[in-house]
């Protein structure tokens, strides 16, 4: 399920704790496809408490307790690690990351914590969601078969990569627009991993955000920076990014696009893949502003230049997954959407 979706089903999952029909829910998925994150995503969302157990770091009696003596009864001291409603509060997400790495006797110790919501006296606050990640076995990690037990406890659901929910990610997070220009130029390079040659440096949602930093540190330093980025998404992938950043020099006046000035796009596709980027940046950096509905609508109006309206039609889809529907006050936009009705109407 690609990600737009499952943050949906996590945010159902979520609130569906209130009125007692919680599932604990298991995404499964390659290394660094963004697993972890779209969990925070949601307990930050709802600006609740995040607990993260690594349970492959773990023991069974870390879960469990220990036992100590109460006059002729043996009890169990509760781990501080686990939701507390005192604590944390009576709302909150209890995350068990990298469960399929974890040793067969802690995932047994936590079949009662995730299906009964309980370890002995312990019970986990009617107001937390369980939710689990892993790698699958064919990922060359260091992982364990799912125990049928534990995986009956579960709804399970695959992480599939896709670009435009990326896209719409990355601008949130204002990674460097010419590093979601470059993916969407080479889409093939969001994740490429091969298991038989089990690389150490790969591309992946979580390296390119590597390299996004990596190209805030090093761009002023161009004989560090090809190595710098080869460090973070493999060899392949990094020098074509380097060459790709290289080549923008011969961008069009970007500043002239949002002044309104006549402008020609440029012919070659990589560049059109960089201008409409950073215009998408340009106008969410122009959310809020006294100018906001001006610079949006004259990068509207340039969308309509591209020799290929699907280009425009990508860049004003990204634009409006970043703004919302707030996109369609821009007097603009009623124009743009006659001159690619008919093709917006033969793609639906």
Not at 105 to 112: D, E, G, L, M, N
Not at 244 to 249: P, S, V
Not at 256 to 285: F, K, M, N, S, T
């Amino acid at each position: 399920m690609r990600p737009a979706h499952l943050l949906q089903v996590l945010d159902r999952e979520f609130a569906s704790t209130r009125e007692g029909h919680h599932t604990p829910v298991m995404l499964w998925g390659p290394p660094g496809v963004g697993k972890s994150q779209m969990i925070a995503a949601v307990a930050d969302r709802h600006q609740v408490p995040l607990i993260d157990i690594r349970l492959s770091q773990m023991e069974p009696s870390d879960l469990r307790g220990i036992p100590f003596k109460s006059g002729d009864m043996v009890e169990w001291a509760v781990p501080s690690m686990l939701p507390d409603a005192d604590r944390q509060g009576p709302a909150g997400v209890l995350f068990l990351d990298e469960i399929t790495s974890a040793a067969p006797s802690v995932s047994a110790a936590a079949y009662q914590l995730i299906l009964d919501r309980r370890l002995g006296a312990y019970e986990v606050p009617e107001g937390w969601a369980i939710f689990a990640a892993g790698n699958r076995q064919g990922d060359r990690g260091v992982t364990y078969t799912m125990p049928a037990p534990l995986a009956n406890r579960f709804s399970h659901f695959e992480v599939e990569l896709n670009v435009d929910d990326w896209a719409a990610w990355a601008y949130a997070r204002g990674i460097d627009d010419r590093i979601i220009a470059f993916i969407r130029f080479r889409p093939d390079l969001l994740f490429d991993f091969d298991p038989a040659h089990n690389p150490v440096a790969f591309p992946s949602p979580r390296s390119w955000e590597f390299a996004h930093r990596a190209l805030r540190k090093f761009e002023a330093h161009p004989d560090l920076l090809s190595g710098s980025l080869q460090a973070c998404v493999g060899p392949a992938a990094g020098i074509e990014l380097n060459a790709f950043i290289a080549h923008l020099d011969q961008m069009p006046d970007l500043d002239a696009i949002v002044r309104g000035d006549p402008v020609a796009p440029p012919q070659e596709i990589d560049l059109q893949y960089a201008v409409a980027a950073a215009l998408v940046g340009r106008a969410i950096r122009a959310r809020g502003t006294p100018e906001a509905l001006t610079i949006q609508g004259r990068i509207l109006n340039y969308a309509g230049t591209f020799p290929q309206r699907e280009m425009g039609i990508m860049m004003v889809t990204d634009m409006h997954r970043a703004l919302g529907d707030e996109l369609f006050s821009v007097p603009e936009f009623a124009d743009w959407s006659q001159q690619v009705a008919d093709l917006m109407l033969y793609k639906g």
